[in-house]
């Protein structure tokens, strides 16, 4: 069965740093989504796009976050500097066209992130 | 805008008893609704939908009815299982404008199922 990659599963480091999370979607889904996820709560969405294009990335702090799907294919999200706050679960998902009367996402296993 | 209200935790529950995780949804569309599982360490797990009023989402012995009525929709199981111990997160999808939209989760309700 198809399934969303992470990359990497776990990630740790200091504030003020870089970091990159990189997704693979299930292969043919146009729509990507990054999700954030703190713990003890739902995920929350950060960016979604169809295809290479941003659909909605309102929630997404483009101080310090960037994301792209240059290819609409894999997606990479990036964090400069990294500050103790963002410390969370990053999810991608990602979905096909209108099945059944919704859009069903698929999640990856996510990529933790620990900022010291 | 769309919010997503469910039971706080932790529930926990010895094994073969009944479950039910109360969810509620505020929208101003028809949105489509969720349940979605998270085990340990791992990403989320779509466990049934419902997509219009009076459907009725169920896989591996849950269910859940969708209730345009009282906005709801509760997850249910008759009898759980250890292996049950897990969050759950009730979600809606809001796609009013025919493309696909983003998910709105609730807190999540960790379950715990003892021997």
């Known amino acids: 069965e198809a399934e969303v990659a992470q990359s990497p599963r776990y990630k740790i480091t200091e504030k003020s740093q870089a970091v990159a999370f990189w997704c693979d979607p299930i292969s043919g889904h146009a729509t990507l989504y990054w999700y954030r996820q703190i713990l003890g709560q739902g995920p929350e969405l950060l960016v979604q796009f169809q295809d290479e294009s941003v659909v909605d990335d309102s929630q997404l702090p483009k101080d310090r976050f960037s994301a792209e799907r240059l290819k609409g294919v894999d997606s990479t999200l990036k964090i400069q500097p990294a500050e103790l706050g963002d410390s969370a679960m990053y999810l991608c998902a990602s979905s096909l066209e209108w099945t059944s009367g919704t859009y069903e996402q698929y999640f990856g296993p996510g990529t933790r992130l620990t900022v010291t | 805008g769309d919010s997503v209200t469910q039971m706080e935790g932790p529930v926990t529950l010895s094994e073969e008893a009944c479950l039910t995780i109360n969810c509620t949804y505020t929208a101003t569309g028809y949105p489509s609704l969720f349940w979605y599982v998270q085990y340990p360490g791992e990403g989320l797990q779509l466990l049934l939908k419902a997509t219009k009023a009076d459907d009725k989402g169920s896989n591996k012995g849950f269910e859940a009815t969708y209730r345009k009525e009282t906005t709801s929709f509760h997850l249910e199981k008759g009898s759980v299982q250890v292996s049950d111990s897990a969050v759950y997160f009730c979600?809606?999808?809001?796609?009013?404008?025919?493309?696909?939209?983003?998910?709105?989760f609730g807190t999540g309700t960790r379950l715990q199922v003892t021997l």
């Open positions: 979600a809606l999808s809001d796609p009013r404008t025919g493309t696909a939209s983003k998910l709105t």
